[in-house]
T-cell receptor
Framework: SQQGEEDPQALSIQEGENATMNCSYK?????LQWYRQNSGRGLVHLIL?????REKHSGRLRVTLDTSKKSSSLLITASRAADTASYFC?????????FGRGTSLIVHP | EAGVAQSPRYKIIEKRQSVAFWCNPI?????LYWYQQILGQGPKLLIQ????????DSQLPKDRFSAERLKGVDSTLKIQPAKLEDSAVYLC????????????FGAGTRLSVL
C-alpha cells in the first residue's frame, strides 16, 4: 500500500483567503487524488491528476504534481466557510492507496 | 446514479456485544472497501473486495471482525465481540476497479461502544 502524508495538519484562514495544502508520497504513482471530508460524513472525491500532468484546475481548486519530488499541492482560491473540512490525498497506482491524517481546514466567516 | 448506501447511520452497543453494518455499492462497481476511521485520524482500510473475492484484509482484526460480499454486490461487516476501542466511524466505498480508481464513499456508520 502507499500512504499520502498531508501537511500542514491544521490550517485556519479567513473567508476570501487562499488555502494551500501539500501531500508527499514515497513510490511511483499512476495518479493522485484529493478528497474532502466534511464533519461526520464520508469522503468526497475532488480531483484526480495523472502522473503525466503537472497542473489541473477544477473550479476554485488547483492541483499541482511534481513526480520528481513525489509531492502534490492543493490550492483552494477565494475560500468560503463551506470549505471547512478535512482534506486527504490518495496516491494511486498498482497498489491499494491509503489515507494519511489529512489537513483540517477551518475557514472563518 | 445512486450513491453508496450504508446502514445504520448510528449504533450504540455495550462492549462484548455484536454489531453488523451493511453496504450497498454503486451499481456495476467491482471493488468494495471497508474503512475504520477513529476520531482525528484518516480512514484505515480494513478490507478490500474485488467482486466477491478478498483482495486485502491485512489490517482486519480477524479474531473479532468479519466481512463478506455476497454475489459481488452488497457487503456486511461484523464485529463480535465489540471492544471499547472499536468506537469509530465505519466507511464503505466502491470503485469501478481496484487500480487507481476514484472511490465513492457512503455516509458511514458511527459506532459507539460503551
Amino acid at each position: 500500500s502507499q500512504q499520502g502524508e498531508e501537511d500542514p495538519q491544521a490550517l485556519s484562514i479567513q473567508e476570501g483567503e487562499n488555502a494551500t495544502m501539500n501531500c508527499s508520497y514515497k513510490t511511483s504513482i499512476n495518479n493522485l487524488q484529493w478528497y474532502r471530508q466534511n464533519s461526520g460524513r464520508g469522503l468526497v472525491h475532488l480531483i484526480l491528476i495523472r502522473s503525466n500532468e503537472r497542473e489541473k484546475h477544477s473550479g476554485r481548486l488547483r492541483v499541482t504534481l511534481d513526480t520528481s519530488k513525489k509531492s502534490s499541492s492543493l490550492l483552494i482560491t477565494a475560500s468560503r466557510a463551506a470549505d471547512t473540512a478535512s482534506y486527504f490525498c490518495a496516491p494511486g497506482g498498482s497498489y491499494i492507496p491509503t489515507f494519511g491524517r489529512g489537513t483540517s481546514l477551518i475557514v472563518h466567516p | 446514479e445512486a450513491g453508496v448506501a450504508q446502514s445504520p447511520r448510528y449504533k450504540i452497543i455495550e462492549k462484548r456485544q455484536s454489531v453488523a453494518f451493511w453496504c450497498n455499492p454503486i451499481s456495476g462497481h467491482a471493488t468494495l472497501y471497508w474503512y475504520q476511521q477513529i476520531l482525528g485520524q484518516g480512514p484505515k482500510l480494513l478490507i478490500q473486495f474485488q467482486n466477491n473475492g478478498v483482495v486485502d484484509d491485512s489490517q482486519l482484526p480477524k479474531d473479532r471482525f468479519s466481512a463478506e460480499r455476497l454475489k459481488g454486490v452488497d457487503s456486511t461487516l461484523k464485529i463480535q465481540p465489540a471492544k471499547l476501542e472499536d468506537s469509530a466511524v465505519y466507511l464503505c466505498a466502491s470503485s469501478r476497479d481496484r487500480v487507481g480508481n476514484i472511490q465513492y464513499f457512503g455516509a458511514g456508520t458511527r459506532l459507539s461502544v460503551l
